[in-house]
């Protein structure tokens, strides 16, 4: 019987293992929305499904501490600006979550420079938008606090990213 339940355990323990390191992505949901965005150490991995999907990658700074809060889309401090920005491109693009504070100067040379670009020392949230192979940076939105204005912000950036998308033919379908 000991034996038996050892080995259940044992199981079971490596399955959780598996899980955890299979699943690295970030995990959150926003209203009635599952949302998953790959940290910025799977970078690769997310390049792979940006370019298999032929969708943009929408690299968004903030704090992870806002991850574990709750609260709305529409709300006007950064915690308003970054569940928007996940809500909003969920569909869009491939997520790629940078903790602004902890991972500040060590991500991709390309996306901090575009993110302290005009402003060094911006405020976080920030939106980059790169394409699928993250070589080029598509468009950027600064943090902005009113609901209105960062949804255009948004839309305006994702036009851009569009019509800079579809300038490049889709890789063929395997």
């Given at each position: 019987m000991n034996r038996k339940l050892y080995l259940a355990l044992g199981l079971l323990l490596s399955l959780v293992f598996l899980s955890a390191q299979a699943a690295d992505k970030i995990t959150l949901r926003i209203g009635n929305a599952t949302i998953s965005a790959f940290r910025t150490a799977d970078l690769e991995d997310a390049k792979q499904e940006a370019a298999s999907a032929h969708k943009p990658i929408a690299w968004i700074a903030s704090t992870t501490k806002i991850l574990g809060e709750s609260g709305t889309i529409s709300g006007e401090g950064s915690r308003a600006a970054t569940f928007h920005a996940l809500f909003a491109l969920r569909t869009r693009a491939v997520l790629v979550f940078e903790d602004a504070y902890v991972e500040n100067h060590k991500v991709l040379p390309l996306v901090d420079q575009a993110l302290h670009t005009p402003d060094p020392h911006y405020t976080p949230p920030k939106v980059i938008f790169l394409n699928p192979?993250?070589?080029?940076?598509?468009?950027?939105?600064?943090?902005?606090p009113d609901f209105v204005k960062r949804a255009q912000a948004l839309a305006n950036a994702l036009a851009q990213v569009d019509?800079?998308?579809?300038?490049?033919?889709?890789?063929?379908?395997?």
């Open positions: 192979e993250a070589t080029e940076v598509l468009a950027t939105v600064e943090y902005q019509a800079k998308m579809k300038s490049v033919p889709a890789p063929p379908k395997n």
